[in-house]
């Protein structure tokens, strides 16, 4: 611990819900139905005022249920036209866009995410998914050339139910993210929500009812990943799934996706270079760094180890402290506030417990260290490890925990971002043209920024390298994994 540390504001006690009635069962084939069952939800908000809601919590026997009603529910809308199923579409982003302080509201206090962001930027790209992928699927030419005396052409066909099983970290967006796609396709989808943060699943199946999904194209099952998420995966009717959490549950989904040669995708962690030269715009850059802490730093393309030319090391580290002090740590639903708490008490366990381990390896506490008393908050922290292959470099903490270590030349900067099994993202600050060509170039990543973060045009491929993924969604690239292509060849001169 270090007398280094941001601001903290307390909490106001009164947990005020959300205008939205909090659905809490499953949607199968267009019925909400209850299990006897459940688990709780809490607020990391105030986590010590009770459950936020008691959920459903499914089994095998409502995942058959849900995927059975999948299976009719793809007779219907897998024969639709790509114009009556992007109709449907809009419609369910406008309701998102009418919802939105909803949402917003309901997510925060779920998860603990700040409200003014998922309001303003989160919800609005949850909408931005559907209408993307209803005008890509509408605007899609098939290809079609003549060779071999044939005309060929390429079709999409509609591969069948789809299992979308998300994480709890900005689980509105990131859900929306992977249901677009798979239904714009024409498969229908059985989607099951993280335990920490299961409720806005609740308010998207009901929109999504409301624009006019046929009954069974759009499902929700709650529960328990090794219960009823495990069921979902395991049954051969099942003819995608698309998953996003961790490396771990990633090789059991790719168990089971194995078993019954169903295509799956999987998007993973992340521990990305945040790589800054001499040459850089330093002050960019450093207040960049210290805005990883953002959202807690439960953000898988966070750039969460800082390397920095030796030779502004002490300026860089100057400014990255001013940026740190000013975070301020407090109540999700306040303006003032830039940090909110951690998701769960065993996450904010298992933050420390890594912060632990990383200075029983030698490590060095420059910031933070610690979670904030009487709250979910954990300060944001800032690690000098001992060696690049201390625990602490090499695995993702999914917590506002960043390292520091510094690089004497390019080919050390590109050796040390390439250092890790992952290869999702990584970030690069440089003014040099050539640099920002070839480092970029050089990394081992599914996506590299340089000077900026975060934004990119929707229909570039996403995804990571190593354990940070398989596949690849985003654009075209979900429409083709969420599709059987077929080639279809036809004689010249045969058909009039
Ligand atoms: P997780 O523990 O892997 O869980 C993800 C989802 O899988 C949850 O819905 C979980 O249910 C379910 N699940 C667990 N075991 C399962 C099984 N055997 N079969 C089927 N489903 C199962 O991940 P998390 O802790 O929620 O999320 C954090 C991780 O997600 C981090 O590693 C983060 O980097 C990664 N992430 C990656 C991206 C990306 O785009 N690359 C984006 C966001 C997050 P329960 O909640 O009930 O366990
Ligand atoms: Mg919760």
Redesign the pocket.
């Known amino acids: 611990m270090t007398d280094i540390s941001s601001r903290a504001l307390p909490i106001d006690d009164d947990l005020a819900t959300v205008d939205h009635a909090i659905r809490t069962g499953h949607m199968i084939g267009g019925q909400w139905i209850e299990s006897d069952e459940t688990f709780e939800t809490r607020s990391p908000l105030n986590w010590d005022s009770g459950p936020l809601a008691n959920v459903s919590r499914g089994d095998a026997k409502i995942a058959a249920a849900a995927v059975g009603a999948a299976v009719n529910g793809f007779e219907v809308w897998g024969s639709w036209t790509a114009h009556q199923r992007a109709e449907v579409l809009h419609r369910l982003a406008d309701l998102i866009t009418e919802n939105t302080d909803e949402i917003a509201a309901l997510e925060t206090l779920d998860m603990g995410f700040m409200q003014e962001s998922m309001r303003a930027r989160l919800v609005g790209r949850g909408a931005v998914n559907f209408r993307l992928y209803a005008d890509l699927v509408v605007e899609h030419a098939e290809r079609a050339w003549n060779a071999k005396n044939m005309d060929h052409t390429v079709q999409r066909m509609p591969a069948g139910p789809a299992v979308v099983?998300?994480?709890?970290?900005?689980p509105f967006m990131?859900s929306t993210w992977k249901l677009a796609p798979a239904l714009a396709a024409g498969n229908s989808v059985i989607h099951?929500?993280?335990?920490?943060s299961p409720l806005t699943a609740g308010i998207l199946a009901d929109l999504a009812q409301q624009a006019g999904m046929p009954p069974g194209a759009y499902n929700l099952v709650q529960?328990?990943?090794?219960e009823v998420?495990?069921a979902?995966?395991a049954d051969p009717r099942v003819r995608r799934i698309t998953?996003?959490?961790?490396?771990?549950?990633?090789r059991?989904?790719g168990h089971a996706a194995a078993e019954n040669l169903v295509p799956f995708t999987a998007?993973?962690?992340?521990k990305g270079p945040l790589v800054v030269f001499a040459d850089a715009d330093l002050e960019a850059a450093a207040h960049r760094a210290a805005w990883q802490f953002d959202d807690s730093g439960q953000v898988?393309l966070a750039g969460t180890r800082i390397l920095v030319e030796e030779s502004i090391r002490d300026q860089f580290m100057e400014r990255f402290n001013h940026h740190a002090n000013a975070l301020v740590l407090g109540d999700s639903r306040r303006s003032d506030t830039d940090i909110g708490p951690v998701v769960h008490p065993i996450h904010l366990e298992r933050i420390q417990s890594f912060v632990d381990r990383a200075v029983a390896e030698g490590g060095r506490i420059v910031r933070g260290g610690s979670p904030v008393e009487g709250s979910l908050h954990y300060q944001p922290t800032l690690i000098e490890p001992a060696s690049n292959n201390a625990e602490i470099v090499q695995r993702?903490v999914?917590g506002p925990v960043l390292t520091f270590q510094t690089f004497s030349d390019e080919a050390e900067a590109v050796q040390l971002a390439n250092s890790t099994a992952y290869g999702?993202s990584a970030m690069v600050w440089t003014t040099s043209s050539e640099r920002a060509n070839r480092v970029g170039r050089s990394i081992r990543a599914g996506l590299v920024w340089v000077n900026t973060f975060l934004v990119r045009d929707l229909t570039a491929p996403f995804g990571?390298c190593g354990i940070?993924?398989i596949g690849r969604e985003g654009g075209d690239h979900a429409l083709d994994f969420h599709s059987d292509l077929k080639t279809l060849m036809i004689l010249d001169d045969t058909v009039s």
């Open positions: 099983i998300t994480p709890w970290n900005a990131l099951k929500p993280a335990e920490w529960g328990i990943g090794s998420g495990a979902l995966v998953f996003t959490g961790s490396p771990e549950t990633g059991h989904i998007e993973l962690g992340g898988c993702e999914f999702l990571g940070s993924g």
